[in-house]
């Protein structure tokens, strides 16, 4: 399975830390955002990797290179200025999958989720990991009821920026900028979305204050291999 990591917003919420640097280089612990996640999925077997790109892109082809150094295969998705949104940023590169179901993962998640699980794992249009609404996120995003993923529920859960998809699902946008949330909705609703709820770490870096906090909690936990 092929993956794509999304990297190309200007993280607004995180300047003036990214004023400077682009948001998946911003260091976490002793490495850039973005290398966790890439060192994470070659652990889990996923090696064929393309990264979305806007925000100083060139920063980010630099410092990544063609991802050997990691042991993966990079490639990457250059938007331009104007970032396409996610939907829009799938479906640009929508090529480099060869119509064959894809991974994607958030630029700015923390999490030690085990991607390999979704190796071989079946479903219809999508496969979401869902995790237990952190505080900045109360009321969550979608439900879940015997694997199926739901719009609406007694409790809902907060959508981790994981999930796996088929191509099809893209099949009716035009080139441009598009949202996630709508397209994933809709399909929600023909029952067409299965997911898990994850327990594990998983930590969101949206902003300044949550960025100091994987931080503090990294260099707290010492079993932690950062």
């Not at 990264?51 to 331009?80: H, P, R, T």
């Not at 079946?122 to 505080?135: C, D, G, I, M, R």
Request: net charge negative; glycine share 10%; hydrophobic share 40%.
């Amino acid at each position: 399975m092929k993956a794509m990591i999304l990297a190309a917003g200007r993280g607004e919420r995180l300047r003036p830390l990214t004023d400077d640097c682009p948001k998946p280089l911003l260091m976490i612990g002793n490495k850039p955002i973005i290398v966790h996640t890439i060192e994470a999925l070659a652990a889990n077997g996923i090696t064929e990797i393309i990264i979305n790109l806007s925000y100083k892109a060139d920063l980010i082809k630099q410092a990544l290179g063609d991802g050997k150094q990691f042991g993966v295969n990079l490639s990457y998705s250059d938007e331009g200025e104007d970032a396409l949104e996610t939907a829009g940023g799938i479906l640009k590169a929508l090529s480099f999958f060869n119509d064959q179901p894809f991974l994607v993962v958030n630029g700015d998640i923390y999490t030690d989720y085990a991607y390999s699980k979704l190796l071989n794992q079946s479903f219809k249009q999508a496969y979401l990991v869902l995790v237990p609404n952190p505080e900045h996120h109360p009321h969550g995003d979608f439900g879940l009821e015997d694997g199926l993923v739901v719009n609406d529920a007694d409790q809902l859960l907060t959508f981790s920026g994981i999930g796996v998809y088929q191509p099809k699902m893209f099949a009716s946008l035009s080139a441009g900028r598009h949202a996630l949330g709508p397209l994933l909705r809709a399909s929600i609703q023909n029952h067409v979305v299965t997911g898990e709820l994850y327990k594990g770490v998983w930590m969101d870096i949206g902003t300044v204050q949550r960025y100091q906090k994987v931080n503090d909690w990294l260099s707290a936990d010492q079993s932690v291999n950062v």
